[in-house]
């Protein structure tokens, strides 16, 4: 028999203490069929936690169709065509330290002003954001969707994974 935890039971062949090789070898046979039941109800409920979190991953993935991440490439590439809605959703005081040239400043901390400046936004076209690190602009995601916009690209890291810096003019 063979024992996940302490591998192959061993017998005693000789001994004069047959009362304590018995009681031993029962000891192990019962701790090793409770550690196979045990095994078994951890694997039914990492089984059951793996359905869930891929069900929830299902829906995630669903809901955020409409938003893509971008490496900074991807995003630079992008980014390079003529009628654009380039977003940078930092502070003023952040923005003006540096931004990726015709961004566009929309405070993500200043909510009126934020949902006000997207609805002048044309909601059709891509919309393309950034923040410092990327946490801002996939909260401002939510929001585009919550405000109808189709299609939007974040960058992946923020402003700080932006190989390309330059000062905005």
Known sequence: MVCPYYGR????????????????VRYELYFCIKSDVMNNQMTRHLFLFALLFSSFSALKAQENKMVEVLTPAEFKKAIEKDTLQLIDVRTAAEFEEGAIPNAMNIDYFLEAEFNAAFEKLDKTQPVYLYCR?????????????????????????????????????
């Open 133 to 169: 690190s990327g946490s801002r602009s996939a909260k401002s995601a939510i929001r585009l969707q919550e405000l109808g916009f189709e299609k939007i690209y974040e960058l992946e890291g923020g402003f700080m994974s932006w190989p390309y810096k330059s000062v905005n003019n």
């Open 9 to 24: 039971l061993h017998y005693l062949q000789r001994t004069s203490w047959v009362t304590k090789v018995t009681y031993n």
